[in-house]
């Protein structure tokens, strides 16, 4: 029944926000499809194992919620919600159509670049709602991203204190890909959210604790696509590399961002623990647009 009550409330806020919408120059029309859902335990043996997997900083629901001062409770009594946000059809299309190159290097589709950045405005007001729904039914509820124990950590390897691809494969919602994203039955070309609560939810069963198992390559030896769609040479059959690829976004960034500035929104973004001036995100994500695995779990059909 909360369950029930949860999805609908999130689909309400996709369907009328208006931080769910492009500028008027782009159609002022929505950027993400509906949203799909999917909850973990908070005692999930998997969020321990995510000190290994992702890195040892990396936070439990448990310690997360007591991070951000909540009371001190049981693991079994945390939920943690998962939030998948789809981009809308029309920037998957264009998105795959229109790139351009400049000075030898290749951009992505304006339009991209925009719902890329304006993702954030409202990936935090969803998060922000989400924690209300719970206070308003007597509830606690707070977000890992939103914290301030939130933060990239670069220190020889990147990795955050709470990777939202990691909490939604606990929740059932996807796999892991040869381009380090989450491959869910609506594509990897997505963006992720997540609330923490002890209101009592039903948990989404995970098919498979396989962490690849959507990933043509890992699971059939085939397709590759996003290798070759790679201007940077990020991603190779070892997987993807993360510092070929950020140095490649700041390039794409230093050419499109005064090409949409005055629409772009600022995002602030820490890094080991230390608030950085503003950053404009714009993505890149040319790995993730016309790949087999950009709108649907492409290892269901084959
Ligand atoms: S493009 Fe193909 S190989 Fe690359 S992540 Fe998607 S399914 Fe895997
Ligand atoms: S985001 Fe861009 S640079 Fe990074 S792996 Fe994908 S295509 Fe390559």
């Known amino acids: 029944m909360l369950n029930n009550q949860l999805t609908l409330f999130i689909k309400d806020i996709f369907e009328n926000s208006e931080l769910n919408k492009l500028p008027e120059k782009f159609g002022a029309e929505r950027f993400f499809a509906d949203p799909i859902i999917g909850i973990a335990r908070g005692d999930d043996p998997m969020f321990q194992k995510y000190k290994e997997v992702v890195g040892p900083e990396h936070l439990t629901p448990l310690e997360m919620w007591i991070e951000n001062g909540l009371d001190i409770i049981s693991a079994s009594h945390l939920y943690t919600i998962s939030i998948v946000f789809p981009f ?119 098919k498979s604790d396989g962490p690849y198992g959507n990933c043509l390559f890992y699971a059939k030896g085939t397709c590759k696509e996003c290798i070759i769609k790679c201007p940077a040479s990020a991603i190779t059959e070892k997987g993807h590399d993360k510092v070929k690829c950020n140095n490649y976004r700041l390039k794409v960034a230093r050419r499109m961002i005064p090409r949409l500035s005055p629409l772009l929104k600022p995002y602030l973004r820490r890094i080991n623990w230390k608030n950085r001036d503003d950053t404009y995100p714009v993505g890149c994500g040319f790995c993730q647009f016309g790949v087999p695995c950009m709108d649907k779990n492409p290892v269901k059909e084959v």
């Open 88 to 206: 809308v059809e029309r920037i998957r299309k264009e998105g795959s159509e229109k790139q351009i190159t400049k000075a030898r290097i290749k951009l992505p589709a304006e339009i991209y670049s925009i719902a890329r950045n304006y993702a954030n405005d409202f990936k935090i007001f969803v998060m922000k709602q989400v924690i209300n729904f719970f206070k308003e039914r007597s509830y606690n509820a707070t977000a890992g991203m939103l914290s301030k124990a939130f933060t990239i950590i670069a220190k020889g390897r990147f990795y955050s204190t709470w990777s939202e691809r990691h909490v939604a494969f606990a929740a059932g919602l996807g796999t892991f890909s040869l381009h380090e994203a989450l491959i869910t039955e609506v594509g990897c070309n997505v963006r992720l959210a997540s609330v923490i609560t002890n209101a009592p939810l039903e948990i989404t069963k995970r």
